[in-house]
Structures are given as C-alpha cells and as structure tokens.
C-alpha cells in the first residue's frame, strides 16, 4: 500500500491536447535530477499515476 510519501511539489506548466482529440499531455515542472526520470517511468501526482513519455530541463527546472 503507498502510503504517500511525498518527495517534491511540481508546477503544471502547460496542458495540450493530443493529435487524438481526447487525451491530453501535461508538463510538469519539479525539482527532481533530470537524469532520474526515465521515459516509462510512472510518478504518482496527487494519487493519479502519471506514465513519463517525455522529460527535460527548461530555465533550470525538470519537467516531466
């Protein structure tokens, strides 16, 4: 059971639809070690589990 350790706070920083229509991408800023968030890699935001399909570092903040 996760018990809901919480390791960072991120900042939703853009929200666009996909060429689908109905699903959506977010980017998320956070103070995590880019070299740490792997593509494939799922991160628990507010108890939805987020799959990473793409992640980087823009104006010194990680997104995801």
């Known amino acids: 059971m996760f018990t809901g350790i ?7 920083v853009s929200l666009a639809p996909t060429v689908q229509g109905q699903l959506h ?13 792997l593509d494939g890699a799922s991160i628990a935001c507010n108890g939805v589990c987020l ?7 823009d104006r010194g903040k990680t997104w995801f």
């Open 6 to 12: 919480v390791s960072d706070i991120g900042e939703i």
């Open 25 to 37: 991408r977010l980017r998320i800023a956070c103070r995590y070690d880019h070299s740490s968030i």
């Open 51 to 57: 799959t990473v399909v793409a992640s980087g570092v």
